[in-house]
């Protein structure tokens, strides 16, 4: 079975600022894919970005990266340049690669931007 | 044109009744998930269909119980309402296959309230 952690249950960052969200996993699959999903006061989940296990090259979508470390089994999230309408909660996901494979949620965490 | 669509969005009802939540998805995805969103925010998986056919089942109490007309539809009916059954109901899809990243598209979820 797999787990996901984000041990950071609140994390407040001011405008323009870079904050990193963290995130650990664990499981015995080789192959897998990892997501960030934003969750804004709206509530509509959104993908941020995703990495594929077997690329070594970490994921960068505009202000978003990820610092992904396999053999850690770490997937953090860094905003930089941080946004008022960053403000939401961020889960970090794990799916197998198989054929409609379950997906693990991390608990979340609620990332406030302060102008 | 919403991806995945969701009715009702707010449901509040009275302990006992049956009601269902539908989701629609116009992707052509071949797997539809269940989520269910406590009060905590915490996001944990109910069901997921693979071309309308049952795959993830977790331990959901079975006054739960999901349908599958065809692969765009996955309705969830909940029998003998609960105060405990108050969430957001989540409703995702996904495309699998081997060039799939198994990202997950979320409709916009149904506020249940149990009164």
């Known amino acids: 079975a797999q787990t996901v952690t984000q041990s950071q249950p609140e994390m407040s960052v001011q405008e323009a600022e870079t904050v990193t969200l963290s995130c650990t996993y664990d499981t015995s699959e080789n192959n897998y894919y990892l997501f960030w999903y934003k969750q804004p006061p709206s509530r509509q989940m959104i993908l941020v970005i995703r990495?594929?296990?077997?690329?070594?090259q970490n994921a960068t979508e505009n202000r978003f990266s990820v610092n992904f470390q396999k053999a850690a089994k770490s997937f953090s999230l860094k905003i930089s340049d941080s946004q008022l309408g960053d403000t939401a909660m961020y889960f970090c996901a794990f799916t197998p690669n198989t054929n409609a494979g379950k997906s693990t949620f991390g608990d979340g965490t609620t990332l406030t931007v302060k102008p | 044109d919403t991806a995945v669509s969701q009715t009702p969005k707010y449901l509040v009802t009275q302990m006992g009744n049956d009601k269902s939540i539908k989701c629609e998805q116009n992707?052509?995805?071949?797997?539809m998930y269940w989520y269910k969103q406590d009060s905590k925010k915490f996001l944990k998986i109910m069901f997921s269909?693979?071309?309308?056919?049952?795959?993830i089942n977790e331990t959901v109490p079975n006054r739960f119980s999901p349908k599958s007309p065809d692969k765009a539809h996955l309705n969830l009916h909940i029998n003998s309402l609960e105060l405990g059954d108050s969430a957001v109901y989540f409703c995702?899809?996904?495309?699998?296959?081997?060039?799939?990243?198994?990202?997950?598209?979320f409709g916009p979820g149904t506020r249940l309230t149990v009164l």
């Open positions: 990495q594929e296990a077997y690329k070594q």
């Open positions: 995702a899809s996904s495309p699998t296959g081997q060039l799939s990243y198994n990202e997950q598209f």
């Open positions: 992707l052509g995805h071949d797997t």
């Open positions: 269909y693979n071309n309308k056919e049952l795959i």
